[in-house]
């Protein structure tokens, strides 16, 4: 079975400062790997998805991710992060093959500051 | 276009009695989803309909719990005999049901046994 590990619960950081939210993954069979974003008050959203292809991903926002299939990882990186991303960041994962059933990690909550 | 729609947002219920959560999907979406997220515990997937194939009740945490989804369309998750351990923010999503197709997520029920 596959499963999604985000080692960081929380990450304060200040406005226009660079972030890194962490995921890893593992699965003895290949996976999609996703984003979602949950802003305060609101539903999930998708943020970016890694199907194929070039391994750098960028999604909505100014936010990308990495995918390394060596380290089984799909950091979420963004340059310069305002107040506005505040929000708690959910990294999932679904078996090629399998419908797109998501394995969710528990969440990182993001905390930009003045 | 309107999203997915749960109802009721909040509800509170003593235990032992049972609840019922609905969902409406997004008009043509022919998967949909339940999750559960729980404080500090991320989204616990439950159950997945996929058009007129059989659900994948793989995740439902006992036989206590139960769902449906009438005409291809609405939902309703039922939980019997509700614990307190049963309290959680449960979350629908809808897709188009490609591989790659993004989850469309409502804003939960919150549950709360007491």
């Known amino acids: 079975a596959q499963s999604v590990t985000q080692l960081d619960s929380q990450v304060p950081v200040f406005e226009e400062a660079p972030v890194e939210l962490r995921c890893n993954y593992s699965?003895?069979?290949?996976?999609?790997l996703f984003w979602y974003v949950q802003y305060p008050n609101q539903g999930l959203q998708l943020l970016l998805k890694?199907?194929?292809?070039?391994?750098l991903v960028k999604g909505i926002n100014g936010f990308e991710a990495e995918f390394n299939k060596s380290q089984t990882s799909f950091h979420l990186r963004k340059p310069s992060v305002h107040i506005s991303d505040t929000a708690e960041y959910f990294c999932?994962?679904?078996?090629?093959?399998?419908?797109?059933?998501?394995?969710f990690g528990t969440g990182t909550q993001l905390k930009v500051e003045l | 276009g309107a999203g997915v729609s749960q109802s009721p947002s909040n509800k509170v219920t003593e235990k032992g009695k049972d609840v019922e959560l609905r969902c409406d999907p997004i008009?043509?979406?022919?998967?949909l989803y339940w999750y559960r997220q729980s404080l500090g515990q991320g989204l616990e997937f439950l159950i997945y309909?996929?058009?007129?194939?059989?659900?994948?009740k793989s995740g439902l945490p006992s036989d206590r719990f139960s769902a449906e989804r009438t005409g291809g369309s609405v939902s309703t998750l039922t939980i019997q005999r509700t614990q307190q351990e049963d309290s959680a923010v449960y979350l629908c999503?809808?897709?188009?049901?490609?591989?790659?197709?993004?989850?469309?997520f409502g804003n939960g029920t919150r549950l709360t046994v007491t």
């Open positions: 309909f996929q058009g007129n194939s059989a659900p994948d």
């Open positions: 008009s043509g979406h022919t998967a």
């Open positions: 699965s003895s069979v290949s996976v999609y």
């Open positions: 890694y199907l194929s292809g070039s391994t």
């Open positions: 999503a809808s897709s188009l049901g490609g591989w790659d197709s993004p989850l469309h």
């Open positions: 999932a994962v679904s078996l090629t093959g399998g419908g797109n059933k998501l394995t």
